[in-house]
């Protein structure tokens, strides 16, 4: 059965710090990509980053610099740091797999509350 474990969501004021975690099983994770997307109330979901099978990392505009992806294929688990926070950052955050960034998500994962207060 393919799983994938969204964790470490929360509440943190504005300029704090949170880590999520995605852990997967189920499925061949070294061989996929793996993206963290979020939802806000009221807004389409968005995807934040995503980090393919090599290693190389995409993010989006509004989390460049504040935001790190990274994988843990030893432990089937990838990591979204994110510093900074901000108000704008509150949401649902989801993970997903796939082929490669930016191919269908094959697989998702259920989601973790970010909450960033004023």
């Known amino acids: 059965e393919v799983q994938l474990q969204a964790s470490g969501g929360g509440l943190v004021q504005a300029g704090g710090s949170l880590r999520l975690s995605c852990a997967a099983s189920g499925f061949t994770f070294e061989h996929y990509a793996i993206g963290w997307f979020r939802q806000a109330p009221g807004k389409e979901r968005e995807e934040v980053s995503c980090?393919?099978?090599?290693?190389?990392?995409y993010y989006q505009d509004s989390v460049k610099g504040r935001f790190t992806i990274s994988r843990d294929n030893a432990k089937n688990t990838v990591y979204l740091q994110m510093n900074s926070l901000k108000p704008e950052d509150t949401a649902v955050y989801y993970c997903a797999a796939s082929r490669g960034c930016g191919y269908p998500r094959e697989y998702w994962g259920q989601g973790t509350l970010v909450t960033v207060s004023s």
């Open positions: 980090i393919n099978s090599a290693g190389v990392t």
